[in-house]
């Protein structure tokens, strides 16, 4: 594999070195803010360069990767692995995970009382 010469889109990478299962969801990410380069909020077409750090936001969990080498071509994780260096924070345990809150099915609606219960779990 060799190294890419010239601009690559974040999209495109992000999507080359498998932190996106797909280019149409990396682009979605930067559309919707989960994606910064740099501290700075970017667009899909928004170019790298090596050096540069992107952080990915997904499901509570944020990836901090600096490019080390630009692709464009979806590679192998082993490939992926070499064009990245990975500074993300541990992920957090499962037991740890923010509590869901559930209603038993046929409950009906929630009452008044059930519904503020319900909004502080959610942190609302």
């Known amino acids: 594999m060799a190294e890419h010469e010239g601009p690559v889109r ?10 996106a299962k797909t280019r149409a969801l990396a682009s979605a990410a ?7 380069v740099n501290g700075e ?28 080498k630009l692709i464009r071509k979806r590679v192998g994780a082993a490939v992926a692995a070499e064009c990245l260096v990975d500074n993300s924070p541990p992920r957090p345990p499962r037991e740890f995970a923010p509590k869901v809150a559930e ?22």
């Open 10 to 19: 974040v999209d495109a990478w992000i999507w080359s070195v498998r932190l």
């Open 30 to 36: 930067c559309k919707a803010g989960h994606v910064r």
């Open 41 to 68: 909020r970017a667009k899909p077409a928004q170019t790298l360069r090596p050096g540069d750090e992107v952080r990915v936001r997904e499901e509570g969990y944020e990836r901090v990767v600096v490019v080390q």
């Open 103 to 124: 209603r038993d099915r046929g409950a009906g609606r929630p009452t008044k009382r059930e519904r503020r219960e319900l909004d502080g779990l959610r942190g609302r």
